[in-house]
């Protein structure tokens, strides 16, 4: 159990100024992206006091939202949670939220306090006009996370006008471990587009879902500067969740979790030009989960709001309640004030081993 004590704005406020201080260090030698971020340190700070203020009125307003902006993707990666949940499918998408209607969201997240909104999918670049109103809103930095094959030169020529969108490129480790996930070939783009980026000195990410199957390569320092002596300055690694009870062996043990917490530690200290970010991360010091709003929630591509992307559940809808309504939706409410995201669980997801009881409480 979580220390009851905690408090959840300011472990994450914490956790957003670190991340922006490793960013602007991380950019130091590259004088468009330091001035960018700089600039975003700033606006940053401020956004933490907007929360501030919302939380001094009885509003927990996140410091960040995932965003599913697509439920189309080219891809059949094996393990994928968003086709398992059926979030991402190969049909023509259906009432999906409109670009007028995403700017609409980044406005309001931006006047809420919100620092980070990450843009996901399916395969998020595959929606240009949102990605084109993400890049008005300089305040907010976005995170792409983006299979790689649709980055193209009108995306080079985006990226380097408008600094607040950062791709993040999803790898499994060497080529093998790649190809064998995401299909033949797609390494061989990756480091195309690397070499582009380094080329253009232009920032990127790499994100990494970590499974059992992959653990030892993806922490080797092999595969770190590999990814590094490209120009990569941000790498997120993804604990990998069971989508389902199958999947469960590529899940994550304790010890394992414990010894990815030290790794990002060492890698931190060790590799100063880069940034280091582990989700779901360390639960244990953040007093449990940080899912439904406690750190950040979960919008699909229809405008549901939910605790997490791998916990497709909602009761609020965007387009009806507004971003400040769906952080105050009754389901999160109800997560946020129970014990189930401090609970101890197997594998990388509380909200998956409770599923039940968040089905429960949807029905209740």
Avoid at 82 to 92: F, G
Avoid at 107 to 129: H, V
């Amino acid at each position: 159990m979580g220390n009851e004590n905690f408090d959840i704005q300011s472990y994450m406020t914490k956790g957003v100024e670190r991340v922006v201080k490793d960013a602007v260090r991380a950019t130091l030698k590259n004088p468009a992206e330091s001035i960018f971020m700089a600039k975003f340190a700033m606006a940053s700070k401020k956004a933490s006091n907007v929360r501030k203020k919302y939380k001094d009125e009885g509003l927990h307003v996140p410091p960040f939202l995932i965003a599913s902006i697509t439920s189309s993707c080219n891809l059949h990666c094996a393990g994928c949670y968003s086709r398992q949940n059926e979030a991402t499918k190969d049909c023509e998408p259906v009432n999906q939220m409109s670009d007028e209607e995403w700017l609409k969201i980044f406005n309001e997240a931006e006047e809420l306090g919100i620092s980070f909104i990450l843009l996901a999918g399916g395969e998020p670049l595959l929606r240009k006009g949102v990605i084109k109103a993400a890049s008005n809103i300089p305040n907010i930095l976005f995170p792409i996370f983006t299979n790689g094959v649709f980055i193209s030169d009108e995306y080079f020529e985006m990226f380097d006008k408008n600094r607040n969108l950062v791709p993040i490129m999803s790898i499994e480790g060497h080529k093998e471990a790649t190809d064998n996930r995401r299909g033949e070939g797609i390494y061989d783009k990756l480091i195309s587009n690397m070499e582009t980026f380094k080329k253009k000195d232009l920032i990127f990410g790499n994100s990494v879902t970590v499974t059992t199957e992959n653990f030892e390569d993806v922490l080797s320092d092999d595969f770190i500067q590999m990814l590094g002596g490209y120009g990569c300055k941000a790498v997120i690694f993804v604990e990998y969740v069971p989508v389902s009870d199958e999947s469960k062996d590529l899940a994550l043990s304790e010890a394992q979790e414990e010894q990815l917490r030290a790794r990002i530690a060492e890698l931190r200290e060790k590799y100063e030009e880069m940034v280091f970010i582990s989700f779901p991360g360390d639960e244990k010091s953040s007093g449990g989960c940080v899912a439904a709003g406690r750190g950040f929630f979960h919008i699909n591509s229809h405008g549901g709001a939910e605790p997490c992307p791998f916990s497709p559940y909602s009761d609020t809808n965007v387009k009806e309640a507004s971003l400040k309504g769906a952080i105050s939706s009754r389901l999160f409410k109800v997560l946020q004030d129970t014990d189930i995201l401090k609970d101890d669980h197997v594998g990388g997801c509380v909200l998956f081993e409770k599923r039940d009881q968040v089905q429960a409480i949807l029905n209740s």
